[in-house]
């Protein structure tokens, strides 16, 4: 059985839409404050996803530092998912296995909740 802990992490983008997020992408800022892609959550449910509906915002063009990066559908995968950029000013509290690669979880992450008590400052440094 693996180790797993919870974690904070910035919600950075999310696949499906902004009214039925389908799964999250999550980093965490670096030393330089430069968002870091630190992994994503499983498929979440609709009622977990039903926290996020009103909460995220579309990035704007040329505002978000993931504007040029591709995340795979699975570790080693070519494949890419189709993802939405949202203003990374959320925080979501995850389940995670401790296995990293590099600052990122190697497994994808459970969403615990969503955490509107805590500012992405407050969020851990990549």
Request: hydrophobic share 40%; glycine share 8%.
């Amino acid at each position: 059985m693996r180790a797993r802990q919870t974690a904070e992490a910035v919600v950075g983008a999310i696949t499906g839409t902004l009214s039925r997020p389908r799964m999250l992408v999550l980093g965490r800022f670096d030393g330089e404050g430069r968002l870091r892609y630190v992994g994503k959550t499983t498929q979440i449910s609709t009622t977990a996803a039903q926290q996020f509906v009103g909460q995220l915002t579309a990035a704007s063009l040329g505002t978000h530092p993931w504007e040029d990066a591709r995340f795979s559908t699975a570790w080693g995968s070519r494949d890419v998912l189709d993802t939405t950029l949202v203003v990374p000013d959320r925080v979501a509290e995850v389940s995670v296995d401790t296995a990293q690669d590099r600052g990122v979880w190697r497994h994808p992450v459970r969403l615990a909740r969503l955490r509107l008590d805590m500012p992405v400052a407050d969020v851990p440094a990549a």
